[in-house]
Structure formats: structure tokens, C-alpha cells
């Protein structure tokens, strides 16, 4: 069984899925024990404690170890965690040659599989700043799976943005006009003492940050009170789009946490960050070095925090996001 639900479920790595005849898969209510549990096991996300739950379930339903192996590394995979997806290259390569498609409860053909092998040994190569072995990995990956090449084309971008990062060393030095009030807020003064500074890329035209902005601002107080300076920065100058942001930010109460500006037009924050997509965040220490650069969904931005401050702890959802977010019209 190879669930057409995975399509959906994963952002990062679209795998192919096999289709009964008839073009119609088989309703919830249909499903064998066996299929039921396969399938908790192949999209659980709530934790590695459920996941494992899950995996010993389907395990006893007499799911395949190969399939037990998949199910951990589309949970990585979901969850954006390149640390967790590069330790799992040792026991890929042990599995490489042994694979076997009857197995599988993911992959319709070999080379898919082999496609990911390589997929997981670029992001290895990319951990490691190893840039020749990385544009090795991902055009193997690509050549063996081209219709996967949705999957590679981020990890392409991270690795030219951890490059270009490092060349950057910003210096607090500027000042922004703020979404409300008229005093203009002064960066050296809200960093000041502070163990790192968050800079919360955004706008109100995006659906996504729409929708993530409860989960944003409860992460927000979280970083505040261990110490980290957020600054949340709308890019666009329009009076529309401002009018819009200040509507937006005033739902979050009285005193939202961290400031609110409007970026710089004559040395915009984010062209110096290479911001291309919203909504992103920047993790920058008190000397102004990167330590991340990204979306907030990405794990990395997590260990990163835990670097500054051990006790930080990643707020749950609200349970009414939506799963699926598309970009808001104009």
C-alpha cells in the first residue's frame, strides 16, 4: 500500500504512489488492520514517542522493516530535520543494494529509491560544507528521479544561503519606522545585552503568515524571555500593505511581542538577507553573525535556539492551523 495522502503531507520530497485500478484508493473504513497500521505509521507527526508508537503497531501487523525505515525518514523529512536525515546516510547505504521493491510501502520503482539514497547523501555532503560532494549527490539524485527534482531544488538554495551568510556580519546600526507609533525604533538599543536577535521576515499579503501568526507570537514570547530581541520586518512600503499589517499585528493584543517595522528602502534588511520568500526567519548573535537563515518551519532554526538557550522550548501549534496553505491573492 502506498498512500496517495503522502503526496500531500510532504513539502520537501514528493514521492510516487501507486494508484488501484480504477483511479480511486480505498476508503478509511476498507482498510486490513495491517493497511491501517501501515499507514499511522507512514504519516505520523505529532512526536518521535508517537512515531515509535506507531512503527511497534504497524511492526506487530507484520509491516516490513524496510517500510519501519521509511516511515522514520519521512517523519525527518516532514519536519525539515537535514541533522536527523544525514544520520540516518550509514544505515541507507547498508540498505542500498539489499532494497527490495516488494518491501517498500513508498517507492513505485528502484530508482526512486536510489534517487533518495542520493538525496540523503547530498544533505550529508551539505552538513559537512562539502560543496563538490554535495552537486555530486544531488544531480545523481536528480538524473535517477528527475520528477523528483522539487525535492533537491531547497537544499540547492540552503547551500548557496549558508554561503553567502557567511560572508555577512551585520551591525545593528540602523533605525526603522515602526508599524505604529512615530518614534523610530533603533536596533543597537533594543539588542543591547541580549543573547541573540531573531529577525521575523513577513507580510500581510501571505496567507501563510496569516495563518502561522497566533503560533508565531507565542513563539515570540518564548524567545523574549530567554533573552532573544525579536524584530518582525514587512518588506513592502505600500499604504495598503501597511494599513493591512498594523490590522493584523493589532489582533494579536495591546502590547504584541517584539517590535514591528517597516524595512529600510535604502538598505532593505531583506536584500542584505537574501530574503526571497516569506514568511523567514534570521537568527543572528550579538556580533551580528548568521545562525540561521530560513523558513521557521525548519528544524534547524529550533537547534540553533537551543544553542543560545538549552531551556527554550518550541510552543505546540494551535490546533486550528490549516494543513494546506496557499499564498493569499492581491
Known amino acids: 500500500m502506498r498512500p496517495l495522502a503522502l503526496l500531500a503531507l510532504l513539502p520537501v520530497i514528493a514521492f510516487a504512489a501507486e494508484e488501484p ?3 480511486k484508493g480505498k476508503g478509511e473504513e476498507e482498510l486490513s488492520p495491517r493497511e491501517a497500521a501501515v499507514e499511522h505509521m507512514l504519516t505520523e507527526r505529532e512526536s518521535p514517542a508517537a512515531l515509535e508508537k506507531a512503527i511497534a503497531e504497524a511492526k506487530k501487523q ?3 522493516d524496510q517500510s519501519q525505515f521509511e516511515a522514520r525518514f519521512l517523519y525527518l523529512v516532514d519536519r525539515g530535520d537535514d541533522d536527523g536525515i544525514a544520520a540516518l546516510l550509514p544505515e541507507m547505504l547498508k540498505r542500498k543494494d539489499a532494497f527490495k521493491l516488494e518491501d517498500s510501502e513508498i517507492f513505485a520503482v528502484k530508482e526512486d529509491w536510489l534517487a533518495v539514497v542520493e538525496y ?9 560544507g562539502d560543496r563538490e560532494g554535495f552537486k555530486k549527490h544531488i544531480l545523481e539524485a536528480f538524473w535517477l528521479s528527475p520528477r523528483q527534482g522539487a525535492a533537491y531544488a531547497p537544499h540547492i538554495e540552503k547551500m548557496r544561503m549558508e554561503e553567502a551568510m557567511k560572508e555577512v556580519q551585520y551591525g545593528f546600526d540602523q533605525e526603522f519606522e515602526p508599524l505604529k507609533g512615530k518614534q523610530k525604533v533603533k536596533l543597537k538599543e533594543l539588542t543591547a545585552g541580549k543573547k541573540a536577535v531573531l529577525l521575523h521576515f513577513w507580510s500581510p499579503w501571505s496567507r501563510e ?3 502561522s501568526m ?15 530581541a525579536v524584530v518582525s520586518v514587512v518588506s513592502e512600503d505600500a499604504p495598503k500593505v501597511l494599513d493591512e499589517a498594523r490590522a493584523m499585528v493589532a489582533k494579536l493584543g495591546e502590547h504584541p511581542p517584539g517590535a514591528w517595522v517597516n524595512d529600510d528602502a535604502k538598505q532593505p534588511l531583506n536584500r542584505l538577507f537574501r530574503v526571497q520568500g516569506i514568511p523567514v526567519m534570521v537568527l543572528l548573535s550579538p556580533e551580528g553573525k548568521v545562525l540561521f537563515n530560513g523558513s521557521p518551519g525548519d528544524e534547524t532554526l529550533w537547534k540553533a535556539l537551543a544553542g543560545i538557550s538549552p531551556d527554550i522550548k518550541r510552543p505546540a501549534l494551535t490546533e486550528d492551523a490549516p494543513v494546506e496553505k496557499k499564498p493569499k491573492a492581491k
Open 21 to 23: 485500478a480504477g483511479g
Open 62 to 64: 507484520g509491516a516490513s
Open 120 to 128: 540523503v547523501s547530498a544533505v550529508d555532503a551539505r552538513k559537512k
Open 209 to 211: 503568515c496569516e495563518d
Open 214 to 228: 497566533p503560533d508565531f507570537a507565542a513563539a515570540a514570547k518564548e524567545f523574549e524571555s530567554h533573552g532573544i
